[in-house]
């Protein structure tokens, strides 16, 4: 759920596109090949795992908020918000 919680705190100004996403993994998590995003994926800016610190390439734009269309119905608290909106 990292992604919605991401887009929840974009939606309500208390982060934006410069605060960076930092992520934890064990080494052996960590891969070279591409990971298919879609519009709602967060990108990471730092990954790190017991050994390193990795600071990730800005391939991909981070989501700007929520996504309402793609949003699943069973989270009542998105619909709160997004009457908040209106």
């Known amino acids: ?5 991401y887009a929840i ?3 309500v100004g208390i982060v934006d596109e410069t605060t960076p996403v930092i992520t934890t993994v064990h080494d052996i998590q ?8 879609k519009e709602h ?3 990471v800016n730092y990954i790190i795992t017991p050994t ?7 391939i991909y734009e981070k989501p700007k908020g929520i996504i309402w269309d793609i949003l699943d119905k069973e989270l009542p ?5 997004k009457q908040g909106k209106g």
Do not use: G, H, Q, W
Not at 30 to 37: A, F, G, K, R, S
Not at 52 to 58: A, N, S
């Open 52 to 58: 390193k610190i990795i600071e990730t390439e800005k």
């Open 41 to 43: 994926d967060v990108p």
């Open 77 to 81: 608290i998105l619909e709160i918000i």
């Open 30 to 37: 960590i891969i070279n090949d591409e990971i298919p995003m």
């Open 1 to 5: 759920y990292s992604d919605i919680e």
């Open 9 to 11: 705190a974009r939606e």
